[in-house]
């Protein structure tokens, strides 16, 4: 599940989303021909969640899916995928389940997937890694934890990946019934359980609820690689359609390694954005920090996801008009690419 990145120059592709034009063009903005070749031997790295929301998740999977067989790319799991091999239903990913989900038509129109090509995407998904490492990078989906890639790298060869999800839940949960936490949150919920879909309560801060959120992310090793690090919140807030009390956290302010980390995940900002209006009512994570900034107390974190998974919004919008972006980090030169044509360095270490 952690595999080594060979040396060479790379360009890191932020969290796609079934967005396929704006992927074509960032890759042609950054020289890549349309089977993902490049003149200068470049190749591209793809951050995880490539799928949901966007217009066409199957073709950005087939386009992704080939370079990276025949040699041209890498790819690791982000949590969109691992939603569809769990069997999640999730927030814009009906494109895959079939299943007309009324939630779900505010994404559309979108591409159906093809039953006859199921099996594949998921076996596609199934192969990926979590990470890529070398000694000069290290490249993850949402967070790099020790502990949690710790624990990863001691599984045993061969281990499959649903299976490892699973029994690290099952021990999540068995502790969290033994110290009692599982009941201490039954019982805040019960008086406040039918207003949890309900925005405009004003919602108590449930500490219990919390901490059991805390726990069932922070106790699954799996889940805060690929959706980050979470702690409860003494503020509950509203997300995407219900009341959250667990919140993320900046981990990069506690990455203390010399090796670089590149993630996505975490809906950067290159242009403002309005938060509310994504149902992202959860703490900005970049508030006060430049779009182009490195992260962290030793400048070695960097986030490329631009939040292009809310261009759903935009659709219709003349392109200049677009706040959304979709980027890729070029690697070694810490230059990023936008799938407008901008090209802009980083901010140093």
Known sequence: ????LPDGPVDIVGDVHGELDALRALLAAAGYDGQGCHPEGRQLVFLGDL????PDSPGVVRLVRRMVEEGRAFAILGNHELNLLRGERKAGNDWFWREHNHHDQRY????WAEPAADADTLRFFAGLPLALVRDDLRIVHAAWHGPSVAAVQALPPGSELDQVFSDWDSRADAQVQASGLLQAAKAEK???RHHFADP???MAPLTAVGQLDEARQMLNPLRVLTSGVERCTARPFFASGQW??????????EYADDVPVVVGHYWRQFLPLDR????KGDPDLFHGVSPLAWLGPRGTVFCVDYSVGGRWQERGAEPQARRTRLALLRWPERVLVLDDGERAPTSPP
Do not use: N, S
């Open 1 to 4: 599940m952690m595999q080594t």
């Open 51 to 54: 799928v949901d929301r966007g």
């Open 108 to 111: 559309q129109p979108w591409t």
């Open 190 to 192: 019960a008086a406040w």
């Open 200 to 202: 405009t309560v004003d």
């Open 244 to 253: 959250r009390f667990a919140e993320r956290v900046r981990w990069w302010e």
């Open 276 to 279: 509310q209006a994504l149902g």
